[in-house]
């Protein structure tokens, strides 16, 4: 079964940090582009950030470029996420998703939690 | 950057009524279009991408349209399981692939 489990949400301070992780299975990992979209509570689907299957192109959204950071391990099939001087606007839940084909994020995890409050 | 809107942003509609969501690219984007669909509380689900290619498993009661700036999602037969938010995606050239703001659908 083609899975994608994301954890490493949590409660975090403006300004702190947390690091998202992703784990595939299911599927060959390396194969794929694979991305991470958010949802802010109650508002709709925000695209984060891609990286390519060698970890050789990355894109961001503005509003996370020079904050976040994403990469990839193949050879443990995991996605990640690194968040810093995070801002209470960046309170949402984070999925990852698989990009079956370049932009098409056909398989989707069920979402990690993200506040960021004092 | 290109921007993303949908029409309208919510509707009501009976069980058996046909329903069409619009969905306007700010720049031409050729069909590199998709729609997902996300139920309450759910995770989004993937429905159609290349703008009108109905993905595996998707009831073909949903189908799709448009190329360049305006698209089109439809459901030809409402039906109950249907109420969910919609949401359209460009995925053309390099990212941000945004998505438009959601489209509500429920039953009248």
């Known amino acids: 079964e083609v899975q994608l489990v994301e954890s490493g949400g949590g409660l975090v301070q403006p300004g702190g940090s947390l690091r998202l992780s992703c784990a595939a299975s299911?599927?060959?990992?390396?194969?794929?582009?694979m991305s991470w979209v958010r949802q802010a509570p109650g508002k709709g689907l925000e695209w984060v950030a891609n990286?390519?299957?060698?970890?050789?192109?990355?894109y961001y959204v503005d509003s996370v470029k020079g904050r976040f950071t994403i990469s990839r391990d193949n050879a443990k099939n995991s996605l990640y996420l690194q968040m810093n001087s995070l801002r209470a606007e960046d309170t949402a839940v984070y999925y990852c998703?698989?990009?079956?084909?370049?932009?098409?994020?056909?398989?989707w995890g069920q979402g990690t939690t993200v506040t960021v409050s004092s | 950057d290109i921007q993303m809107t949908q029409s309208p942003s919510s509707l009501s509609a009976s069980v058996g009524d046909r329903v069409t969501i619009t969905c306007r690219a700010s720049?031409?984007?050729?069909?590199?279009l998709a729609w997902y669909q996300q139920k309450p509380g759910k995770v989004p689900k993937l429905l159609i991408y290349?703008?009108?290619t109905l993905q595996s498993g998707v009831p073909s009661r949903f189908s799709g349209s448009g190329s360049g700036t305006d698209f089109t999602l439809t459901i030809s037969s409402l039906q109950p399981e249907d109420v969910a938010t919609y949401y359209c995606q460009k995925y053309n050239s390099a990212p941000p692939f945004t998505f438009g703001p959601g489209t509500k659908v429920d039953i009248k």
């Open positions: 720049q031409g984007i050729s069909n590199y």
């Open positions: 998703a698989r990009e079956g084909g370049r932009g098409i994020e056909d398989v």
């Open positions: 990286i390519k299957q060698d970890g050789s192109e990355k």
């Open positions: 290349a703008a009108s």
């Open positions: 299911g599927f060959t990992f390396s194969s794929y582009w």
